[in-house]
């Protein structure tokens, strides 16, 4: 959406169209990684048998239009070349001042003042190329000796023939965004969220001064002030000594001195703050304001057809946000542990409820659980021609409350596909299906029907509905049976769900998520029951499986270390501690603190007497 259309803004007819989320690669990239991570974490707390409710139409839409933006081999460029030019920088005492990265990966580095690159860069004086053809890995060994110095670079927009615009605010030390009000606060709210959701302003202070809470995504760094002046106290006191220090903190990150990040801070003020006056030492601070900037500053502001980036004279559609795009992204990536919910209620007991008939009704089965795959009782797997063909199996096998040809066609296809492509693929869902496993006289694996309709047959079921369905029948079977029950379910547990495809409906609706809860619930409840039985092998089996789906799930973590104390192993216990903290401490935004209920269990099991 653009917002070229504002009603009720003077002028707005007269001001360039901003860009929105849709077409923001960086906001997009990172939004989805904090969100991977907040889940990552809430699935790991989960307790067995939790789940994650189906999120809303508008969540879902939310998550699955960040997914269609695909920008991750060109961040990836932009963060190398970054890397493989920061020491050449550093020599001549210049920084970063500004990339841009067209759609096949050519990338022009704009630095702060004259530098001399060496190949394969191209150039001359602050203005410097990177061809299409060069690969990552020619650069990559440059680039690893450096650390990341560039900890404020934001995508600001994209110019007219499709490139990427991304700026280091620390370098530019001051920007004003010009015109209308609500476009300027809309272009500071993008910045806000490009920030709070980098991996690489992870450590950044980010302070807000007229700028909605929101736009900040529960970055733990961000701090509210009441004006520019309390703002910048905040932001002096966040920077502390490095101010003082000699070198730029461009050079001091890239050498990586001491071993410090030399951690900026980014101010951030809206419309409504008035003429801001910034101190005159702004070393490790950059200034974004949507107001009137009382001295030495860069200027974007609308200049005919495009706003112009001055004096770097770089011409573009910024990003900008609305309070309702802000609502969204905010909403979307707040995870909270009061979400998961019980996954049912309990089956009734019958005479029989102790003999396990899991996987008893079925002829074609749907793997989820790891690679997507379809296979027959006898194991042989099905081929198609077509990859959305597997893709459509995937979400009818899924969607069997709602399989209608709209759904299906919006969930498979970013825009709308031709009648045929979708007949093409619905009819080569039917035929290899049949190929596998002749379906029942008269019937048909996809049914045909005159209505929207496009049911998947009962007897094509998911690995995800054997574990669930085991789940259940061990609940009420003693501990010998249920390991049986859970035993052969958990077998089907290959891997991490839908793993190897790129689809952009599992993880918006909530689907992925929940498989990952139902494999760590199973192989959990199945480690549980090896433990009660003295089968430390098959806790060891058992949780192995679902640490390669979720690594360190608590649940999972504790059984093993209960594991190693049974058999009088304290080294195991140390041993399965440290990797856990391994694990916790790899994820962005981790502060490395391990979960309570775990630091008792180790104290526990390492001083007994205690």
């Known amino acids: 959406a653009d917002l070229d259309d504002v009603a009720g803004v003077e002028g707005a007819s007269e001001v360039p169209e901003l860009i929105t989320s ?4 960086m906001l997009a990239a990172g939004v989805l990684t904090l969100l991977a991570v907040r889940r990552r974490n809430q699935q790991r707390r989960a307790r067995p048998r939790s789940r994650i409710p189906v999120p809303t139409a508008s969540l879902a839409a939310t998550e699955r239009s960040l997914r269609s933006i695909h920008s991750g081999e060109r961040l990836a460029r932009v963060d190398v070349a970054i890397g493989a030019a920061a020491m050449s920088l550093v020599r001549h005492s210049q920084r970063v001042l500004a990339i841009l990265c067209a759609p096949d990966g050519e990338i022009e580095l704009i630095a702060t003042g004259a530098v001399e690159l060496p190949k394969p860069w191209e150039g001359a004086t602050d203005r410097w190329h990177l061809a299409a053809s060069i690969p990552l890995e020619l650069l990559a060994d440059e680039a690893r000796r450096t650390g990341a110095p560039t900890p404020t670079l934001v995508q600001l927009g994209r110019t007219e023939g499709g490139r990427d615009v991304y700026v280091d605010l620390e370098a530019i030390e001051a920007l004003e965004i010009g015109g209308p009000g609500r476009y300027a606060d809309a272009i500071v709210a993008a910045v806000a969220a490009t920030l709070a959701s980098s991996v690489l ?5 980010l302070i807000g001064v ?3 809470a929101d736009a900040f995504l529960g970055h733990r760094l961000y701090v509210p002030a009441d004006d520019p002046v309390h703002a910048f106290a905040v932001a002096a006191h966040a920077i502390g000594s490095t101010g003082s220090m000699s070198g730029s903190t461009f050079e001091l990150r890239a050498r990586v001195t001491t071993g410090e990040t030399w951690e900026p801070a980014v101010v951030l003020i809206g419309s409504t703050a008035g003429v801001t006056m910034p101190p005159q030492s702004r070393k490790g601070m950059a200034i974004v304001s949507a107001s009137p900037i009382h001295g030495p500053s860069s200027r974007l502001a609308p200049d005919g057809d495009a706003w112009e980036l001055k004096p770097v004279g770089l011409r573009m559609k910024p990003i900008g946000l609305t309070s309702d795009d802000v609502a969204a992204l905010a909403e979307l990536v707040e995870i909270t542990d009061a979400e998961l919910e019980p996954a049912g209620s309990e089956p009734a007991r019958t005479e029989d409820s102790t003999v396990s008939t899991v996987g008893e009704s079925w002829d074609l089965l749907v793997r989820l659980l790891g690679r997507v795959d379809v296979i027959s009782a006898g194991g042989s797997t099905a081929e198609f021609e077509r990859s959305k063909t597997r893709e459509l199996i995937a979400w009818l096998a899924t969607h069997r409350d709602r399989p209608t040809r709209s759904s299906a066609r919006t969930a498979l296809w970013e825009l709308d596909v031709r009648d ?5 693929v619905v009819s080569e869902a039917r035929r290899s299906l049949a190929r596998l496993v002749e379906p029942p006289q008269g019937e048909e694996w996809v049914g045909r029907t005159m209505t929207e309709s496009l049911p998947l047959h009962a007897r094509v079921v998911t690995d995800a509905d054997l574990v669930a369905e085991a789940l259940a029948v061990a609940r009420l079977q003693p501990p010998a049976q249920a390991i049986e029950t859970l035993e052969a379910a958990v077998a089907w547990i290959s891997g991490v769900p839908f793993d190897g495809t790129a689809y952009l409906w599992p993880d918006s609706e909530g ?3 929940n498989f990952v809860l139902l494999a760590t619930s199973a192989t959990s409840e199945l480690a549980a029951h090896c433990l009660s039985v003295g089968d430390i092998e098959g806790v060891f089996r058992a949780t192995g499986r679902g640490l390669s789906v979720l690594p360190g799930h608590e649940e ?8 190693h104390a049974r058999s009088g192993d304290h080294a195991g216990v140390r041993h399965e501690w440290d990797s856990y903290q ?3 401490t790899a994820d962005p935004w981790s502060d490395g603190e391990p979960s309570p209920k775990l630091v008792d269990l180790r104290r526990q099991l390492l001083n007994p007497s205690r």
Request: aromatic share 4%; no cysteine.
């Open 201 to 205: 302003a992870e450590v950044t202070t």
């Open 582 to 584: 391994r694990v916790i």
């Open 210 to 212: 007229g700028i909605p």
């Open 556 to 563: 999972l973590i504790g059984l093993r270390m209960r594991a």
């Open 22 to 25: 849709g077409r923001a690669a």
């Open 420 to 424: 045929a492509t979708f007949a093409n």
């Open 511 to 513: 689907i992925t998520s």
